[in-house]
Protein backbone atom coordinates (compact mmCIF):
# COMPACT_ATOMS: atom_id res chain seq x y z
CA UNK A 1 0.00 0.00 0.00
CA UNK A 2 2.48 1.97 0.92
CA UNK A 3 4.30 1.64 -2.53
CA UNK A 4 1.44 2.80 -4.45
CA UNK A 5 0.80 5.73 -2.73
CA UNK A 6 4.77 6.50 -2.99
CA UNK A 7 4.30 5.72 -6.92
CA UNK A 8 1.13 7.62 -7.37
CA UNK A 9 3.39 10.62 -5.44
CA UNK A 10 5.78 10.08 -7.53
CA UNK A 11 3.67 10.19 -10.79
CA UNK A 12 1.66 13.19 -9.62
CA UNK A 13 5.15 15.25 -9.31
CA UNK A 14 6.63 14.38 -12.27
CA UNK A 15 3.41 15.72 -13.71
CA UNK A 16 3.94 18.95 -12.68
CA UNK A 17 7.29 19.17 -13.13
CA UNK A 18 6.52 18.31 -16.81
CA UNK A 19 3.96 20.59 -17.37
CA UNK A 20 5.73 23.17 -15.71
CA UNK A 21 8.65 22.58 -17.95
CA UNK A 22 6.33 22.42 -21.01
CA UNK A 23 4.59 26.21 -19.65
CA UNK A 24 8.30 27.75 -19.36
CA UNK A 25 9.25 26.49 -22.95
CA UNK A 26 5.64 27.88 -24.21
CA UNK A 27 6.52 30.78 -22.24
CA UNK A 28 10.09 31.00 -23.78
CA UNK A 29 8.96 30.60 -27.39
CA UNK A 30 6.22 33.02 -27.75
CA UNK A 31 8.65 35.28 -26.12
CA UNK A 32 10.95 34.83 -28.53
CA UNK A 33 8.90 34.97 -31.38
CA UNK A 34 7.88 38.48 -30.32
CA UNK A 35 10.80 39.40 -29.67
CA UNK A 36 11.72 38.32 -33.85
CA UNK A 37 8.42 39.96 -34.61
CA UNK A 38 9.41 43.29 -33.11
CA UNK A 39 13.49 43.42 -34.44
CA UNK A 40 11.33 42.06 -38.30
CA UNK A 41 8.46 45.54 -37.97
CA UNK A 42 12.01 47.44 -37.13
CA UNK A 43 13.58 46.70 -40.14
CA UNK A 44 10.42 47.09 -42.29
CA UNK A 45 9.80 50.44 -40.68
CA UNK A 46 13.60 51.01 -41.41
CA UNK A 47 13.62 52.93 -44.75
CA UNK A 48 13.47 56.57 -45.96
CA UNK A 49 10.96 58.77 -44.82
CA UNK A 50 10.85 61.76 -47.41
CA UNK A 51 8.79 64.54 -47.75
CA UNK A 52 8.93 66.99 -50.32
CA UNK A 53 8.59 71.13 -50.85
CA UNK A 54 8.96 73.27 -53.73
CA UNK A 55 9.98 77.02 -53.33
CA UNK A 56 10.93 80.22 -55.05
CA UNK A 57 13.43 82.95 -54.61
CA UNK A 58 13.65 86.44 -56.61
CA UNK A 59 17.19 87.53 -56.18
CA UNK A 60 18.85 90.73 -56.86
CA UNK A 61 23.37 89.81 -56.88
CA UNK A 62 24.86 93.46 -56.81
CA UNK A 63 28.55 93.81 -56.54
CA UNK A 64 30.60 97.11 -57.14
CA UNK A 65 34.90 96.95 -57.50
CA UNK A 66 36.62 100.20 -56.86
CA UNK A 67 38.85 100.71 -59.97
CA UNK A 68 40.53 103.99 -58.41
CA UNK A 69 39.63 104.54 -55.10
CA UNK A 70 36.99 107.75 -54.39
CA UNK A 71 37.47 107.88 -58.64
CA UNK A 72 35.98 105.20 -60.32
CA UNK A 73 33.86 102.08 -59.54
CA UNK A 74 32.68 99.13 -61.73
CA UNK A 75 29.56 97.31 -60.91
CA UNK A 76 28.09 94.67 -62.12
CA UNK A 77 24.85 93.07 -61.42
CA UNK A 78 22.25 90.43 -62.40
CA UNK A 79 18.16 89.24 -61.73
CA UNK A 80 18.45 85.62 -60.59
CA UNK A 81 14.96 83.64 -59.70
CA UNK A 82 15.14 80.56 -58.38
CA UNK A 83 12.90 77.66 -58.49
CA UNK A 84 13.77 75.02 -56.09
CA UNK A 85 12.80 71.25 -54.76
CA UNK A 86 13.49 70.83 -51.20
CA UNK A 87 13.59 67.42 -49.52
CA UNK A 88 13.42 66.53 -45.57
CA UNK A 89 14.29 63.06 -45.17
CA UNK A 90 14.98 60.87 -42.36
CA UNK A 91 16.69 57.68 -42.63
CA UNK A 92 15.27 54.88 -40.50
CA UNK A 93 17.68 52.59 -41.05
CA UNK A 94 20.11 54.12 -38.34
CA UNK A 95 17.23 53.77 -35.54
CA UNK A 96 19.26 52.32 -32.66
CA UNK A 97 17.74 50.15 -29.80
CA UNK A 98 17.65 47.49 -27.32
CA UNK A 99 15.31 45.04 -26.70
CA UNK A 100 15.29 43.66 -23.16
CA UNK A 101 13.25 40.04 -23.13
CA UNK A 102 12.56 40.16 -19.57
CA UNK A 103 10.85 43.08 -18.95
CA UNK A 104 9.09 42.75 -22.21
CA UNK A 105 11.00 46.46 -23.15
CA UNK A 106 11.78 48.00 -26.57
CA UNK A 107 13.92 51.12 -26.00
CA UNK A 108 14.88 53.25 -28.32
CA UNK A 109 18.03 54.85 -28.31
CA UNK A 110 18.75 57.10 -31.46
CA UNK A 111 16.49 58.84 -34.39
CA UNK A 112 18.45 60.10 -36.84
CA UNK A 113 18.16 63.68 -37.48
CA UNK A 114 16.44 65.01 -40.32
CA UNK A 115 18.11 65.64 -43.54
CA UNK A 116 17.55 68.53 -45.54
CA UNK A 117 18.64 68.73 -49.20
CA UNK A 118 17.59 71.74 -51.69
CA UNK A 119 17.76 71.45 -55.73
CA UNK A 120 17.71 75.07 -56.74
CA UNK A 121 17.79 75.75 -60.91
CA UNK A 122 18.97 79.36 -61.39
CA UNK A 123 17.79 81.12 -64.15
CA UNK A 124 19.49 84.63 -64.71
CA UNK A 125 18.04 88.12 -66.22
CA UNK A 126 19.26 91.99 -66.72
CA UNK A 127 22.61 90.73 -66.17
CA UNK A 128 25.03 93.79 -66.41
CA UNK A 129 28.59 94.10 -66.36
CA UNK A 130 31.10 97.27 -66.39
CA UNK A 131 34.44 96.12 -68.57
CA UNK A 132 36.74 96.16 -65.42
CA UNK A 133 34.20 94.18 -63.44
CA UNK A 134 32.90 91.05 -65.03
CA UNK A 135 31.14 87.83 -64.13
CA UNK A 136 33.44 85.15 -63.05
CA UNK A 137 33.21 82.15 -61.57
CA UNK A 138 33.46 83.48 -57.90
CA UNK A 139 30.01 85.29 -57.92
CA UNK A 140 27.67 81.86 -59.24
CA UNK A 141 29.08 80.47 -56.39
CA UNK A 142 28.24 83.43 -54.26
CA UNK A 143 25.02 83.56 -55.48
CA UNK A 144 24.62 79.75 -55.33
CA UNK A 145 25.66 79.94 -51.27
CA UNK A 146 23.41 83.13 -50.81
CA UNK A 147 20.43 81.42 -52.02
CA UNK A 148 20.89 78.28 -50.79
CA UNK A 149 21.52 80.28 -47.02
CA UNK A 150 18.34 81.57 -47.96
CA UNK A 151 16.24 79.24 -48.40
CA UNK A 152 17.35 77.36 -46.09
CA UNK A 153 15.78 79.73 -43.82
CA UNK A 154 12.56 79.82 -45.51
CA UNK A 155 12.20 76.09 -45.14
CA UNK A 156 12.93 76.58 -41.17
CA UNK A 157 10.16 79.11 -40.80
CA UNK A 158 7.72 77.19 -43.37
CA UNK A 159 5.72 74.24 -41.89
CA UNK A 160 7.42 71.56 -44.05
CA UNK A 161 9.61 70.43 -41.20
CA UNK A 162 6.82 70.17 -39.13
CA UNK A 163 4.94 68.11 -41.66
CA UNK A 164 8.25 65.99 -42.14
CA UNK A 165 8.10 65.37 -38.23
CA UNK A 166 4.35 64.04 -38.48
CA UNK A 167 5.22 61.57 -40.96
CA UNK A 168 7.83 60.30 -39.00
CA UNK A 169 5.77 60.42 -35.77
CA UNK A 170 2.96 58.03 -38.28
CA UNK A 171 6.48 55.13 -38.45
CA UNK A 172 7.45 55.53 -35.16
CA UNK A 173 3.37 54.73 -33.83
CA UNK A 174 4.15 51.64 -35.42
CA UNK A 175 6.31 50.20 -32.87
CA UNK A 176 3.87 51.54 -30.59
CA UNK A 177 1.00 49.76 -32.16
CA UNK A 178 3.05 46.36 -32.25
CA UNK A 179 4.64 46.53 -28.55
CA UNK A 180 1.23 47.45 -27.19
CA UNK A 181 -0.37 44.31 -28.94
CA UNK A 182 2.33 41.67 -27.72
CA UNK A 183 1.82 43.57 -23.97
CA UNK A 184 5.48 44.64 -24.68
CA UNK A 185 6.59 48.83 -23.53
CA UNK A 186 8.18 50.72 -25.74
CA UNK A 187 10.81 53.45 -24.43
CA UNK A 188 12.47 56.43 -25.86
CA UNK A 189 15.61 56.92 -24.03
CA UNK A 190 14.30 55.27 -21.00
CA UNK A 191 11.39 57.68 -21.07
CA UNK A 192 8.12 55.02 -21.61
CA UNK A 193 5.82 55.89 -24.29
CA UNK A 194 2.28 55.04 -23.01
CA UNK A 195 -0.20 56.02 -25.62
CA UNK A 196 0.85 57.07 -29.43
CA UNK A 197 0.08 61.39 -29.00
CA UNK A 198 2.48 60.89 -26.48
CA UNK A 199 4.98 60.53 -29.54
CA UNK A 200 4.32 64.04 -30.40
CA UNK A 201 5.88 65.50 -27.22
CA UNK A 202 9.23 63.85 -27.89
CA UNK A 203 12.12 66.12 -28.86
CA UNK A 204 14.08 64.27 -31.61
Given amino acids: MR ?23 EDKAELLES ?18 GHFSEVFTYKDSREVFPYLVSAEKKALVVVNADVTIAYDL ?15 ITYIPEEEVKVY ?4 YYDIQADFL ?16 ASLMKKVDKSDFKKNSKNRLISELSKFYILTNSLGWTLQYNQQPITHEQSLQDLKL
Avoid at 3 to 21: E, K, P, Q, S
Avoid at 120 to 123: A, D, N, R, V, Y
Avoid at 133 to 148: C, E, G, M
Wanted: proline share 1%; aromatic share 10%; charged share 25%.
Fill in 133 to 148: NQFQAKDYNAIKSRVK
Fill in 93 to 107: SKIEYDIDETTKTLN
Fill in 35 to 52: SQLIQEQIKNVGKLVVTE
Fill in 3 to 25: NIIFGILIAVALFFTLRYCSAAK
Fill in 120 to 123: PEFE
